[in-house]
């Protein structure tokens, strides 16, 4: 009778212990998918921000280059440095740990190089409809 009992009392504290477990990693699974989802979503955004301005500063030098005066020539090695610092850009190291960094100063070079050929630098990616706006 007592091996009953304990039965059924360690039947409850298993079917907890297989719930939670199971559980888990359901719950690990979804994250899991759930964060894959988020990251490629993100580094669309971040590529999709960095081949802008790429093809901004390579056209933007394509075009400067006709004109040789020194205030084009400034400008010409602002964009040097914006080009060469998105080609110094860690794509495919998600881990790297000065990603962010180095995204700021990439945005902030930008921004100056906006500065200096008296364009608005507003960069924004629209998520109502598939457009790009500067």
Same mark, same amino acid.
């Given at each position: 009778?007592?091996?009953?009992?304990?039965?059924?009392?360690?039947?409850?504290?298993?079917?907890?212990?297989?719930?939670?477990?199971? $559980?888990?990693? !359901?719950?690990?699974?979804?994250?899991?998918?759930?964060?894959?989802?988020?990251?490629?979503?993100?580094?669309?955004?971040?590529?999709? !921000?960095? $081949?802008?301005?790429?093809?901004?500063?390579?056209?933007?030098?394509?075009?400067?280059?006709?004109?040789?005066?020194?205030?084009?020539?400034?400008?010409?090695?602002?964009?040097?440095?914006?080009? $060469?610092?998105?080609?110094?850009?860690?794509? !495919?190291?998600?881990?790297?740990?000065?990603?962010? !960094?180095?995204?700021?100063?990439?945005? $902030?070079?930008?921004?100056?190089?906006?500065?200096?050929?008296?364009?608005?630098?507003?960069?924004?990616?629209?998520?109502?409809?598939?457009?790009?706006?500067?």
């Amino acid at each position: 009778m007592a091996d009953l009992f304990d039965g059924i009392v360690m039947a409850e504290e298993r079917f907890h212990g297989e719930g939670y477990q199971e $559980g888990l990693a !359901e719950g690990s699974h979804a994250g899991m998918a759930e964060g894959r989802r988020c990251g490629a979503l993100h580094g669309a955004r971040i590529g999709s !921000e960095i $081949g802008c301005y790429l093809g901004f500063a390579l056209t933007w030098h394509c075009l400067l280059q006709k004109c040789t005066d020194e205030k084009n020539s400034k400008r010409i090695k602002a964009l040097d440095s914006l080009i $060469g610092m998105i080609q110094k850009f860690p794509y !495919e190291d998600p881990t790297y740990d000065k990603l962010q !960094e180095d995204l700021e100063r990439i945005r $902030g070079k930008y921004k100056q190089v906006c500065s200096m050929l008296n364009i608005q630098s507003d960069f924004r990616i629209s998520t109502e409809r598939s457009s790009l706006t500067f």
